[in-house]
């Protein structure tokens, strides 16, 4: 009902041009039900008749207020006992601007609940269905019917995305300006539009998901059936600063968008340009299998495409034996036969549209990349007309008909079609379920003993002990055996060896000096709590890694795998989950960092135990899941050996605390 109603009342409706109630009533002209206007002072306003109260307008399926924040609770109040159970509300001067502002939002919930009200806004553009009329919207422009579903929490980004499509004749089924969320969001609308006959994509643009774990579960549902591609900004602090100003938004940390749309299926665009160019390809395309070809009349742009296929982690097709000789004779023999294919640049769109039809009889490929350069024997338009059912992007540089300018452009969005297809194709995975000692786990954390947590979980941990005194660091080394390390625990010193706390190699006669130069070195740091210097097995080699958990407060625990130790903060070389995860995942985060071929042994060196590793992330999933009370925790270094590995150093944050 609230993409097909049969009656919309637009509350706040003027004949006084320049006003958001008389644009949206004109944007309503063409809808294919019946419109009423709500103003106390017109019996009627641009040919529709209007009435005082929405409580006095006959039949009402949706209703859109365009009237001062201060009076819409009351009229969502009438509409709730009228029995209109759609509304959307354009007003801004809500939860965006500030305390009293939230407290009128808060009221609006309220009356929504009360009445089972399905809202859209506050605070937003409003919607439109291209399919049958329905614009209730101030937007100055008509967006033009088509197969593509926006949802934007931006109502400007909605107005300048309209004009885009408008001029290079794209079209959508629906658009919906979120606004403030305060009823409805994103994951409402995605299973709205799950069974929309008239969507094939779904566009988001979204600034803050605040229930990311439903978000993650109607995604996860939805891309199975149709794609989704998002834009999220908020990338930096200063960006989500802006979101939250910008729509009263709790913009969660970027990493975990990005990871939850990587477990749910939506494929992210890092940009703008990136979220049309993706969703306008697969609202073309939807399958492919194969590999990627490229013809092209000029052998720079065919070299810029061939590297930006394997920047994408895509293949460049290997031509058969047949297609080769097909080529040879429909080429001159200066061409290039193999892939990219250079049809030269004293070819005809008779020429290159043969070459086409060469490569695109060969099973190997699966999408072909067609780029001209504008000589003077190539026509663009009659190169255009070749045909097949294989997804096929153009790159006819110069020319208004062609789908990209830039083959870089052209390979990425190709990408996205083949992540769509391996999102289908995807099957689920359950994660591994281990038998944790909870008690020994609950004793430790009250204990403040990390390290006895990770004994808990099965994570391997070094022999270690926990010195108060000079005396004691040198009992429990002599216990252990030499060298030793020897480290300040503190949940206030997080870079311990920055600051000299960290002592490695130590051997007897050093103990006793090692111990009172690291807790001097800790108390000239100022008021900091000093638990006591671990004293730990010495161990050498191996590579080390780092594995940790943030929880965010949209979508929970976030794990983190990357290259750890010192070089963490340096290089970045991280990558991020949602908890809990599958084993696919754990294996996708170690293969998905730069550095894993270093793990996999580089020049001579033995290979690291990726399976110790992916064992240590799933069992720190798991932590996380069954433990609320962890805010963060990190092991760093993990250092991972041949066979097996070692939890080096851990640092746990609670809720209300540290340890």
């Not at 759609?86 to 001067?93: C, L, Q, R």
């Given at each position: 009902m609230l993409f097909e109603p049969k009656s919309v009342a637009v509350v706040g409706a003027t004949p006084k041009e320049g006003k958001v109630g008389n644009a949206i009533l004109r944007n309503l002209k063409n809808f294919v039900g019946e419109v009423y206007a709500v103003n106390p002072s017109y019996s009627e306003v641009l040919g529709f008749p209007c009435y005082p109260s929405i409580l006095e307008v006959p039949d009402v399926e949706l209703a859109v207020i365009a009237i001062p924040a201060k009076g819409v609770?009351?009229?969502?109040?009438?509409?709730?006992?009228?029995?209109?159970?759609?509304?959307?509300?354009?007003?801004?001067?809500?939860k965006e601007a500030g305390r009293e502002g939230a407290k009128l939002e808060a009221r609006l919930v309220e009356i929504c609940r009360k009445y089972g009200i399905k809202l859209v806004g506050p605070n937003c553009l409003g919607i439109i269905n291209c399919h049958n009329g329905l614009n209730a919207t101030f937007s100055s422009s008509i967006p033009k019917p088509g197969n593509i579903a926006f949802l934007s929490q931006s109502g400007a980004f909605v107005l300048a995305v309209i004009e885009y499509f408008n001029a290079v004749g794209l079209g959508f089924s629906k658009i919906v300006s979120l606004g403030n969320k305060a009823v409805l969001d994103e994951s409402d609308f995605m299973e709205m539009l799950a069974n929309d006959k008239y969507t094939d994509v779904i566009m988001l643009y979204l600034e803050g998901i605040e229930n990311g774990r439903r978000f993650m579960e109607v995604a996860g549902e939805l891309s199975k059936i149709k794609p989704v591609v998002a834009l999220k900004s908020g990338k930096t602090d200063a960006g989500a600063r802006a979101a939250s100003s910008h729509t009263g938004s709790i913009a969660g940390s970027y990493e975990a968008c990005v990871a939850a749309f990587r477990q749910s299926g939506v494929i992210n665009a890092s940009s703008a340009e990136e979220l049309f160019d993706f969703a306008r390809l697969l609202a073309k395309y939807q399958d492919v299998g194969g590999d990627v070809a490229i013809v092209t009349n000029s052998g720079g742009p065919g070299v810029m495409a061939a590297d930006a296929v394997e920047e994408e982690n895509l293949r460049l097709a290997s031509f058969s034996k047949e297609t080769v000789e097909k080529l040879r004779t429909v080429l001159p023999r200066e061409a290039s036969f193999y892939n990219p294919v250079d049809v030269l640049g004293d070819a005809d769109a008779e020429r290159f549209v043969r070459a086409l039809e060469c490569v695109a009889s060969d099973s190997s490929v699966g999408s072909i990349i067609a780029i001209l350069a504008p000589t003077a024997r190539m026509d663009f338009e009659r190169a255009s007309h070749f045909k097949t059912e294989k997804p096929v992007v153009t790159c006819f540089m110069g020319w208004n008909g062609s789908d990209f300018f830039d083959p870089v452009r052209a390979v990425k969005a190709i990408s996205a079609l083949y992540k769509y297809v391996r999102i289908k194709k995807r099957k689920e995975k359950r994660g591994r379920t281990y038998e944790f000692d909870r008690e020994a786990i609950k004793k430790a954390m009250e204990k403040r003993m990390p390290f006895e947590i990770l004994r808990a979980c099965g994570i391997p941990v070094p022999r270690y002990g926990i010195a108060k005194t000079a005396d004691e660091a040198v009992k429990i080394a002599d216990s252990i055996g030499y060298p030793v390390a020897m480290k300040v625990l503190s949940p206030e010193i997080l870079h311990k060896t920055d600051v000299g706390c960290v002592k490695l190699g130590v051997e007897r006669d050093r103990v006793r000096?090692?111990?009172?130069?690291?807790?001097?070195?800790?108390?000239?740091?100022?008021?900091?709590?000093?638990?006591?210097?671990?004293?730990?097995?010495?161990?050498?080699?191996?590579?080390?890694?780092?594995?940790?958990?943030?929880?965010?407060?949209?979508?929970?625990?976030?794990?983190?795998?990357?290259?750890?130790?010192?070089?963490?903060?340096?290089?970045?070389?991280?990558?991020?989950?949602?908890?809990?995860?599958?084993?696919?995942?754990?294996?996708e985060m170690i293969r998905e960092i730069k550095s894993y071929r270093l793990l996999r042994g580089v020049r001579g060196e033995k290979p690291c135990d990726i399976d110790a590793i992916a064992d240590v992330i799933m069992r720190i999933s798991q932590l996380s899941v069954e433990f609320p009370q962890i805010m963060e925790m990190e092991i760093n270094p993990l250092r991972v050996f041949e066979d097996g590995c070692y939890a080096l150093d851990f640092k746990i944050t609670y809720r209300g605390g540290k340890a």
């Open positions: 609770p009351e009229v969502v109040e009438q509409c709730g006992r009228k029995g209109v159970r759609n509304v959307v509300v354009i007003s801004a001067g809500f000096a090692a111990f009172i130069e690291i807790v001097t070195r800790a108390e000239m740091l100022g008021d900091v709590r000093i638990d006591g210097i671990l004293i730990q097995q010495m161990v050498r080699g191996g590579k080390e890694v780092i594995v940790g958990m943030k929880r965010d407060p949209s979508f929970g625990p976030m794990l983190m795998f990357g290259l750890g130790g010192i070089y963490v903060d340096v290089f970045r070389d991280v990558t991020f989950r949602i908890a809990p995860i599958t084993e696919n995942d754990a294996y």
